[in-house]
């Protein structure tokens, strides 16, 4: 089992920055691909960002590149999502999801474990 767990959302105006982190336990960080999705009311979870577990390649929704970065520090057992130039659009529920050794990153279903989801507001 993987446990994971979320911080660092808030409120914060347009245009402005936050970084999410989760931090995971109870397995071998390394051998996991991350992800971040969000979820907005009354809509479905969507992929924002993914990380490979080997070589730490990264991958983008197109609605977040150029402005989000995800990150991972083994050492630490964490991945971050930097946020930048937020839009109000951005508002969701931010969850983290891992997935062990997996070359795919972008697919909801084949994340094996979640975290518990943090808050991001971003008023106009």
């Known amino acids: 089992q993987v446990q994971l767990v979320e911080s660092g959302g808030g409120l914060v105006q347009a245009g402005g920055s936050l970084r999410p982190s989760c931090t995971a336990s109870?397995?071998?960080?390394?051998?996991?691909?991350m992800g971040w999705f969000r979820q907005a009311p009354g809509k479905e979870r969507e992929f924002v960002a993914g990380?490979?577990?080997?070589?730490?390649?990264?991958d983008y929704s197109p609605s977040v590149k150029g402005r989000f970065t995800i990150s991972r520090d083994n050492a630490k057992n964490t991945v971050y999502l930097q946020m930048n130039s937020l839009k109000p659009e951005d508002t969701a529920v931010y969850y983290c999801?891992?997935?062990?050794?997996?070359?795919?990153?972008?697919?909801?279903?084949?994340?094996?474990?979640w975290g518990q989801g943090t808050q991001v507001t971003v008023s106009s």
């Open positions: 999801a891992a997935n062990y050794r997996d070359r795919q990153v972008r697919t909801r279903d084949r994340y094996d474990y």
């Open positions: 109870g397995r071998t960080f390394s051998d996991y691909s």
């Open positions: 990380i490979h577990w080997s070589g730490g390649s990264t």
